[in-house]
């Protein structure tokens, strides 16, 4: 069952054309669409509540700060968190990963150490290891993607192999961004774990897409963005079980993570405020959690049964355009809401174009994931990815689309 | 291909001009463009401080293979330091397509890519 189109009428931009025709936004992996009830939010906060949060005494500032604590609630719910303690707000997935990275590891870890990491890797969740590894002597290591981009054959014992009597961190994006592989992370964490390394979750093409419970994953730590969440640019979250947030320091120092201060020394909050110096955007923050609100009404086995449906369609749709390889498992279930691909003998910048010729918004390039492009031994591909307001015959537009492109270069 | 850039792209990419590589280049730099990947190669032949020949190979979309096949043309018979300061505006207007913003790197990727070989002859020559 796919979701009821009705839904799109809550997002506003969708109503819009491009180049005469109508939108077809499939790009929601870069960034989702935002439904009216987060602009109402952000809007009514400025509107009616704005002041600095946890700083002032004043009407407004409690009220600013209330909508601070009920957000940090609202993220500690929706990712079934023991407390909502272990919520840090970031602003994005790239600046949690930093900070597990920065603060967490770069202290912790010796010369011999392991991180695991996998081909999969956003740079995001690349670059920050490499660093750590070139200051403190630790070793990456890497769980290989298997062909096409698809998961290795038993990848969780694939994944127990890499690990050692040194392995401290299992860092691992959830879902590929480039060519939407599913990682098992259940398995993953179970394993990690019978080997007492602590786990990272990247959920920045997960959170939005599928039910996550951090407890039942049983990870050390997960990162996700706001923005892909129907919310706003900004900001992002890292969940850190208590223990482990207890062992990071904050990569910034400043006003609002301070017990008291002296002219040669400062002692700082304990908790998440400890990592969030600084004004918090606290309007972005409702916006998220207006964002969540919308997401957990909608529910998210559902979106995730509505994504599975999307993707299947595409990929037996695409199959059947000649000279087109589809990157990532051949099967929904083992996927994201997102494919990528490649036409033989187009360019994805040139592919990209023309399907923008028809309105249809999709992502061209290495996105962001050199590595597993090298690897598949293309330059780039074109990404197609889907949200909850995403409809069957935008499948259908793009396959189409598709075919008259392949007419057109033959 | 031309109704999406243009005949003059569509042609140049169909059948690109000094394709492949100099024999014996006395200048060469690969350049990259970050933003998606795409790779060109330029190799320039000099004849007393000229550029005699000039030739690209590479990896690239439309637009960056035509503006590649274009520049190698136009800039025969220039000197570097003309040839260094090529303006961007007198290739995009050789593609003769307006080009959306995004896509404004794809046709100086060339241009990056002989400035880095003419600032490599140069850097040796020091």
């Known amino acids: 069952m796919t979701l009821s189109r009705a839904l799109r009428d809550d997002f506003p931009i969708l109503g819009r054309a491009v180049n005469g025709v109508p939108l077809v936004y499939l790009d929601s992996a870069a960034t989702a669409q935002k439904p009216r009830a987060v602009l109402d939010a952000v809007r009514s906060f400025y509107e009616e509540h704005n002041a600095n949060a946890g700083r002032g005494l004043h009407r407004l500032a409690e009220e600013s700060t209330e909508a601070l604590a009920a957000a940090r609630e609202t993220v500690r719910r929706f990712l079934g968190a023991a407390g909502s303690d272990e919520i840090v707000f970031t602003r994005g997935t790239t600046e949690s990963l930093n900070l597990v990275a920065e603060g967490w590891a770069k202290a912790r870890l010796k010369a011999g150490d392991e991180i695991v990491l996998t081909e999969y890797e956003h740079h995001s969740n690349l670059l920050p290891w490499q660093r750590v590894a070139r200051e403190t002597g630790a070793v990456l290591r890497f769980l290989p993607a298997g062909a096409l981009g698809a998961l290795p054959p038993s990848p969780a014992s694939a994944l127990s192999n890499l690990l050692g009597p040194r392995t401290r961190l299992v860092a691992f994006a959830h879902v590929s961004n480039a060519v939407g592989t599913l990682l098992p992370a259940q398995e993953f964490c179970q394993a990690a774990r019978a080997r007492g390394a602590a786990v990272l979750i990247d959920a920045a093409q997960s959170a939005a897409h599928l039910p996550l419970d951090v407890r039942a994953l049983g990870c050390d730590f997960l990162a996700f963005s706001a923005h892909k969440l129907l919310g706003p640019t900004g900001v992002g979250v890292l969940y850190a079980r208590r223990e482990r947030q207890a062992e990071m320091q904050p990569l910034l120092l400043g006003g609002g993570m301070v017990r008291e201060v002296f002219l040669d020394r400062a002692t700082l909050l304990d908790g998440p405020a400890r990592f969030e110096a600084g004004t918090q955007p606290v309007a972005e923050l409702t916006g998220l959690s207006a964002a969540i609100r919308y997401l957990e009404a909608v529910g998210l086995a559902a979106v995730r049964e509505h994504e599975r449906e999307l993707t299947g369609r595409a990929l037996s749709l695409l199959r059947e355009v000649p000279d087109l390889s589809v990157y990532g498992p051949p099967d929904a279930a083992a996927r994201g809401g997102l494919l990528a691909f490649n036409l033989r003998g187009v360019h994805p910048h040139d592919l990209a174009a023309l399907l923008d010729q028809r309105g249809i918004a999709v992502r061209a390039g290495h996105h962001c994931a050199q590595p597993l492009h090298r690897k598949l031994g293309i330059a780039g591909s074109v990404r197609a990815s889907f949200h909850l307001y995403t409809q069957p015959e935008e499948i259908d537009a793009l396959a189409q689309a598709l075919h008259d492109a392949h007419a057109l270069v033959r | ?126």
């Not at chain 2, 637009?63 to 190698?72: D, E, K, P, W």
């Not at chain 2, 007198?90 to 593609?95: E, N, P, R, T, Y």
């Not at chain 2, 959306?100 to 241009?111: N, Y």
């Open chain 2, 1 to 126: 291909m031309s109704a999406l850039y243009g005949e003059i792209i569509a042609a140049h990419f169909r059948a690109p001009r000094n394709f492949g590589p100099l024999p014996s280049p006395d200048a060469s730099h690969e350049e990259l463009n970050p933003l998606c990947g795409d790779r060109i190669r330029i190799e320039l032949r000099l004849e007393r401080g000229r550029i005699a020949e000039a030739r690209f190979g590479g990896d690239a979309c439309m637009v960056a293979t035509a503006a590649a096949s274009l520049l190698t043309g136009l800039v025969i018979g220039q000197d570097l330091e003309t040839a260094a300061a090529f303006p961007p505006d007198v290739l995009l207007a050789a593609l003769q397509a307006p080009l959306r913003p995004s896509r404004v790197s794809c046709a100086t990727l060339p241009i990056a890519a002989m400035q880095g070989a003419i600032a490599r002859l140069r850097g040796a020559a020091r």
